[in-house]
């Protein structure tokens, strides 16, 4: 059984950071491509950072660019998410997701998703 489990969100002034994980299980995590996206209150859920399987690409929507680092580690099975100069427009719903092949082909291209770590950033 897959799992992907986020964790390290939470509330955060404005121009704080914080850094989310997430941990994979059942799946040869080497194998995938990691994604995170965000959903905020009445949005669509949208691209935020994604990296290759083995760590040598990484993409990121414009409005995390210089602000979110992604990264993973395959020996632990996690991805990680460095989110700097937060702002109260990054509050959302933050997941993490796990692909063949995935990045930059949209969410349907992420077979597995976790449940999701809240982080709201107050102004």
């Known amino acids: 059984q897959v799992q992907l489990v986020e964790s390290g969100g939470g509330l955060v002034q404005a121009g704080g950071s914080l850094r989310l994980s997430c941990a994979a299980s059942?799946?040869?995590?080497?194998?995938?491509?990691m994604g995170w996206f965000r959903q905020a209150p009445g949005k669509e859920r949208e691209f935020a950072a994604a990296i290759t399987w083995s760590g040598g690409s990484t993409y990121y929507a414009d409005s995390v660019k210089g602000r979110f680092t992604i990264s993973r580690d395959n020996a632990k099975n996690t991805v990680y998410l460095q989110m700097n100069s937060l702002k109260s427009e990054d509050t959302a719903v933050y997941y993490c997701?796990?692909?063949?092949?995935?990045?930059?082909?949209?969410?349907?291209?992420?077979?597995?998703w976790g449940q999701g770590t809240q982080v709201t950033v107050s102004s």
């Open positions: 059942g799946l040869t995590f080497s194998n995938y491509d």
């Open positions: 997701a796990a692909g063949i092949r995935a990045v930059m082909r949209g969410p349907n291209a992420y077979r597995y």
